[in-house]
């Protein structure tokens, strides 16, 4: 069973920056797609960014193109969110998540319901 354990969140001011780590364990090499989610207070959580594992192939929601970056670190079994120019509305707990026999782009919409304890990113000034 995979587990994860995400790092990396804390209070930061809007327009920085911040990395989130995802260190999977466990049976590592069954899953052909991983990535980040969010949840806000009060929202239903959402996909962020999603990778796959076959092709390197990328996925990101609209309101974090171009500003957030996902890779990949196979030999740590880690998956990092690389978030610039940060805003009041990336404030959330973000989680990863992974699964088979999915693309990035369906991992993203249709998550497993499979959660680790997650880490909190706030933007506020």
């Known amino acids: 069973q995979l587990q994860f354990v995400e790092s990396g969140g804390g209070l930061v001011q809007p327009g920085g920056s911040l990395r989130l780590s995802c260190a999977a364990s466990g049976f590592t090499l069954d899953y052909d797609a991983i990535g980040w989610f969010r949840q806000a207070p009060g929202k239903e959580r959402e996909g962020v960014s999603c990778?796959?594992?076959?092709?390197?192939?990328?996925h990101y929601a609209d309101s974090v193109n171009g500003r957030f970056t996902i890779s990949r670190d196979d030999p740590k079994n880690t998956v990092y969110l690389q978030m610039n120019n940060l805003r009041p509305e990336d404030t959330a707990v973000y989680y990863c998540?992974?699964?088979?026999?999915?693309?990035?782009?369906?991992?993203?919409?249709?998550?497993?319901?499979?959660w680790g304890q997650g880490t909190q990113v706030t933007v506020s000034s």
């Open positions: 990778i796959s594992t076959i092709d390197n192939k990328t």
């Open positions: 998540a992974a699964d088979t026999y999915v693309s990035e782009f369906r991992l993203c919409v249709l998550p497993p319901d499979s």
